[in-house]
């Protein structure tokens, strides 16, 4: 057990905490609880590259944290009618034919290697962002309508366009197919 992996698992904590808060109106809360979540995600990773404390298990567990933080977010904003259930819903269908994808694959005796791609790199990050926006927004009345919109299309575009990545190369790879000339390529 690392420091890194100790931080992870806190991070799994704050996912109640973050819910609750939303669901009891407590805004300002739950924006902070979400921006110490944040904050802790790029001090587990700093910790793990910097004293050489990577772990097979952080590598499964960090993403896990962050997906659950930001899926929980959504369904409870999207429960609060602040962002559309149709994003939500993408959002939801990407992670879990992902998660599904993986699972099949090792039960199969085919296990996926775990490397994110460049595009769901920047569709969490989008995601990330949008859930700050719209938090800062809950917490402290800031107005954001068009940025939000904005933000809620980009984030639906790059989660659809992640989701159909990833069933690209998972269909490559249970295929047995190897391009070695693409630098994506598994």
């Known amino acids: 057990m690392t420091i890194p992996n100790l931080i992870t698992l806190m991070r799994f904590l704050l996912v109640p905490a973050v819910v609750f808060a939303l669901l009891k109106g407590y805004m300002g809360w739950a924006f902070t609880g979400f921006l110490v979540a944040g904050i802790s995600d790029g001090v587990d990773g700093f910790i793990a590259r910097q004293f050489n404390q990577r772990s097979e298990l952080g590598a499964y567990l960090d993403p896990m944290a962050d997906k659950l933080l930001l899926v929980s977010v959504f369904i409870v904003l999207s429960?609060?009618?602040?962002?559309?259930?149709?994003l939500v819903i993408a959002v939801v269908s990407r992670d879990a034919l992902i998660v599904g994808g993986v699972l099949l694959a090792t039960i199969m005796g085919n296990p996926v290697p775990m490397k994110p791609l460049m595009v769901s790199k920047v569709n969490t990050l989008a995601q990330i962002v949008l859930a700050v926006v719209v938090l800062a927004d809950l917490a402290f009345a800031f107005s954001s309508g068009f940025l939000t919109q904005v933000l809620i299309y980009v984030t639906g575009l790059l989660t659809i366009a992640s989701g159909a990545a990833y069933l690209v190369d998972w269909i490559k790879h249970m295929g047995g197919y190897v391009d070695t000339n693409s630098p994506g390529g598994s």
């Open 79 to 86: 429960y609060l009618e602040v962002l559309p259930l149709w």
